[in-house]
Nanobody, 126 residues
Framework: QVQLVESGGGSVPAGGSLRISCEASGYMLSTGCMGWFRQAPGKEREGVAVIYAGSQSYADSVKGRFTISLENAKNTVYLQMNSLKPEDTAIYYC?????????????????????WGQGTQVTVSS
């Protein structure tokens, strides 16, 4: 059974940094796409940063500020978030796909992902 458990969310002032983590069990990080999505109140879930087959894809709104990385020894994926803005406030979800077919839908589309974590809240105050 695949489980994704996020941690590290919290509240920071604008301009601050946070690193959120997602530990996977029952799933090998090299199996397929893995990524971070976020959902703000009243908005659709959007792909923030994903990693697949050695490539990475970032939403335009976070390029240059967010970095996704894997630590295979810990079966953990991270999202380092710098220069945070109030508009980054959302629940951040970790997601994983059973294969690399997720890229067919666009690697940052939620459609291609099979497993989801429970989410962690990130709040950025102005």
């Amino acid at each position: 059974q695949v489980q994704l458990v996020e941690s590290g969310g919290g509240s920071v002032p604008a301009g601050g940094s946070l690193r959120i983590s997602c530990e996977a069990s029952g799933y090998m990080l090299s199996t397929g796409c893995m990524g971070w999505f976020r959902q703000a109140p009243g908005k659709e879930r959007e792909g923030v940063a994903v990693i697949y087959a050695g490539s990475q894809s970032y939403a335009d709104s976070v390029k240059g500020r967010f970095t996704i990385s894997l630590e295979n020894a810990k079966n953990t994926v991270y999202l380092q978030m710098n220069s945070l803005k109030p508009e980054d406030t959302a629940i951040y979800y970790c997601a994983a796909a059973r294969s690399f077919l997720c890229v067919v839908h666009g690697p940052r589309s939620p459609i291609g992902y099979n497993y989801w974590g429970q989410g962690t809240q990130v709040t950025v105050s102005s």
